[in-house]
Structures are given as structure tokens and as C-alpha cells.
Nanobody
Framework: VQLQASGGGLVQSGGSLRLSCAAS????????MGWYRQAPGKQREMVAAITRLGSTRYASSTEGRFTVSRDNVKNMMYLQMNNLSPEDTGVYLC?????????WGQGTLVTVSS
């Protein structure tokens, strides 16, 4: 499985961004997909996740502001991020689980200015 994240950029505090993750390869077996954030000097953390059937889970810091969605036909996952704050700055990586293996994309940088 190959994952390609896109959509990052520079945005002002309070603004919005929409990230996309395209899956290719053995994508039909992907059960669980998630967005993770790697901020400078911090551990990688899960910000949102979604199962193949559409059940979602969020970090407490992102719930109510971020919305994860998935298009199984297009093999895409999205992350709508609203009301962004400087604390949301980091590299956002998409993750997929299939066959007991975890796959990672290369990440897309989100920078939120105050």
C-alpha cells in the first residue's frame, strides 16, 4: 500500500485547511486509516481515524474542529481542519492498516501562524 498526503500549507490562526490522502496498491484490504501529527519536539500523535465502515475517532484536542472522512471508491481519506491554532502546526501523515501491517505516507506540512 502506498499513501500520498497533500493539502498542507500556511494558514492563519482560525483558518481552515483540507488534507487529502490517496491510497494505491493493495488498497481494497485497508480496514483502518488515520491521520497523525508530528510536531517539532513532540511525539507523533493520532489526530483522527476512520474505519472502512465510517466509524471515526478523534484526539481530544481535535474533536469538534477536525472532521475525517473516507471515500472507499476513490481510495481517498480527507481531513477537514477548522479553527486552526498554532498548536496544530506539524507534519500530518496518513496511516493505513491492512493484513496486520501499518503503512505510512510521506506527510504534508501544516503551519499555523498566530
Amino acid at each position: 500500500v502506498q499513501l500520498q498526503a497533500s493539502g498542507g500549507g500556511l494558514v492563519q490562526s482560525g483558518g481552515s485547511l483540507r488534507l487529502s490522502c490517496a491510497a494505491s496498491g493493495n488498497k481494497d484490504s485497508i480496514s483502518f486509516m488515520g491521520w497523525y501529527r508530528q510536531a517539532p519536539g513532540k511525539q507523533r500523535e493520532m489526530v483522527a481515524a476512520i474505519t472502512r465502515l465510517g466509524s471515526t475517532r478523534y484526539a481530544s484536542s481535535t474533536e469538534g474542529r477536525f472532521t475525517v472522512s473516507r471515500d472507499n471508491v476513490k481510495n481517498m481519506m480527507y481531513l477537514q481542519m477548522n479553527n486552526l491554532s498554532p498548536e496544530d502546526t506539524g507534519v500530518y501523515l496518513c496511516n493505513a492498516l491492512t493484513g496486520g501491517m501499518a503503512y505510512w505516507g510521506q506527510g504534508t506540512l501544516v503551519t499555523v501562524s498566530s
